[in-house]
């Protein structure tokens, strides 16, 4: 059973579906970006100011908890992260080890990241941890002297 729904006011709630097809990292092994949220594999959003809805991101600051939902019309599972910081970022000019970092952080391959960069134009970087709800169960331990 998850722990109970954190009780801080949630600042922003959004979709999270996109699938990673081949612009993955090869370290992910989810297919799409909330899975690896779930994972502990993604911990950071991209939001890019041409997107709908980027003012409301403008307000979201570190401390602040989002909401992931699944799918687009925000049905499906969601997850709970709190925002440690928030970046101004251009993937399409920003340094190589700003790109390494990010593209660890989302699980997209750096390749992709300035492709996003190219097309979409600047962007804030929101990283978080891992969720806080629903609180990742940690693997069972096989017990002592098991062979299996």
Not at 11 to 21: E, K, N, P, R
Not at 42 to 61: D, I, M, N, Q
Not at 106 to 130: D, K, M, N, Q
């Amino acid at each position: 059973m998850p722990a109970p729904e954190p009780a801080h006011r949630v600042a922003f709630s959004c979709g999270l579906w996109f699938a990673y097809g081949r612009a993955k990292r090869p370290e992910v092994t989810a297919s799409t970006t909330f899975e690896a949220v779930l994972r502990g594999e993604r911990t950071s959003t991209t939001r890019f100011a041409r997107w709908p809805g980027h003012e409301a991101w403008l307000r979201v600051l570190p401390g602040d908890l989002i909401r992931f939902h699944e799918f687009k019309d925000r049905s499906g599972r969601t997850a709970v992260v709190r925002v440690s910081s928030v970046i101004p970022i251009s993937l399409c000019s920003c340094c190589e080890a700003e790109i390494e970092v990010w593209s660890r952080c989302e699980g997209w391959s750096p390749e992709r990241g300035r492709a996003l960069g190219r097309e979409l134009g600047p962007a804030l970087w929101f990283r978080h941890g891992e969720p806080i709800w629903p609180a990742r169960e940690a693997p069972p331990v096989p017990a002592q002297g098991s062979l299996f």
